[in-house]
Structures are given as C-alpha cells and as structure tokens.
C-alpha cells in the first residue's frame, strides 16, 4: 500500500520558518517526481514546488526564494523548507508523488499538514 506521510506543520509568525517533511512507502522512491501543493480556504489546490527523479527543481512564482526543495532518496523523504513566512502562505500542505515505475504510471497525495502563518 501506498503511503505518503507528511509532518512538519504548525503555528508559525510571521517571518518564521517551518521544515515540511514527507515519507514515502509502498513505492520505489528513486523512480518518482516528487512535489509540494498547498490549498487555501476558498481557493484551488497550486503547485508550490517540485523536484523530478533527475533532480531538477520548479518552484512557484510566489516562492520568491523563501522555499527550498530537497530529497533524499535513502530516505525515501520529501522536504520542503520555508522560510520568512507570510501569512498568505497559510494553507494546507500536501505532499504529491508521481510514480513512473514499475506498472502504470500513478501519481498519489498525502494526507497534507496545516500552515498557518499569524501573529
């Protein structure tokens, strides 16, 4: 059974930083494109910041370089590091995963961690 599992949220202030992280089982993790969504109340989930199995990185315009995306694959973990944090970034996380192989390509979720950013 596939599992992401993220941890990390909180109750953050503004200008603060927090540490997502997100473990994967049930797939092999080396062959996956791994990303980060979050979902505002009353808006659309949005990419936040990707990281293929070649390793190259997308982040979204909004990062503005306060977010770095990492993983290691001995680990079979996810990270999303943010930092100087706003509280437009307040929303739920959620770990994304795209499997290439073996059979069917498939893309699954995590179950996501809350981020509020508050004062």
């Known amino acids: 059974q596939v599992q992401l599992v993220e941890s990390g949220g909180g109750l953050v202030q503004p200008g603060g930083s927090l540490k997502l992280s997100c473990v994967v089982s049930g797939i092999i993790f080396p062959f996956c494109d791994m990303g980060w969504y979050r979902q505002a109340p009353g808006k659309e989930r949005e990419l936040v910041a990707s990281?293929?199995?070649?390793?190259?990185?997308n982040y979204a315009d909004f990062v503005k370089g306060r977010f770095t995306i990492s993983r290691d694959n001995a680990k079979s973990t996810v990270y999303l590091q943010m930092s100087n944090l706003e509280p437009d970034d307040t929303a739920v996380y959620y770990c994304?995963?795209?499997?290439?192989?073996?059979?069917?390509?498939?893309?699954?979720w995590g179950q996501g961690t809350q981020v509020t950013v508050s004062s």
């Open positions: 990281i293929i199995r070649g390793g190259t990185i």
């Open positions: 994304h995963g795209y499997k290439y192989w073996p059979g069917t390509p498939s893309d699954y």
